[in-house]
């Protein structure tokens, strides 16, 4: 079982929701995005509930959905590291 890094962005956005501080998770991801050489603003930013990973302590995790506002596919590998949790 992988070990869960937890200053990933899915576990500090999950730990958000799971605090009930899920207001600030969007301002979150943007300042991750800005971090990434990206413009948040060209990014419609989408969280999904999921089931937390068999074995894992968490109940939930929060998958980070990133949605290019031009039409253009995000980049696969940007799209990845925002999901990252291992």
Do not use: C
């Amino acid at each position: 079982m992988p070990r869960l890094d937890p200053y990933s962005l899915q576990m500090q956005i999950t730990r958000m929701f799971e605090t009930g501080q899920s207001f600030f998770a969007t301002t979150k991801v943007q300042d991750w995005l800005k971090e990434h050489n990206q413009n948040p603003a060209d990014f419609e930013i989408i969280f999904h509930q999921k089931p937390a990973p068999p074995g894992s302590k968490l109940v939930m995790v929060i998958e980070i959905e990133l949605r290019r506002k031009d039409g253009q596919p995000v980049d696969p590998w940007l799209q990845a590291q925002a999901n990252l949790n291992a």
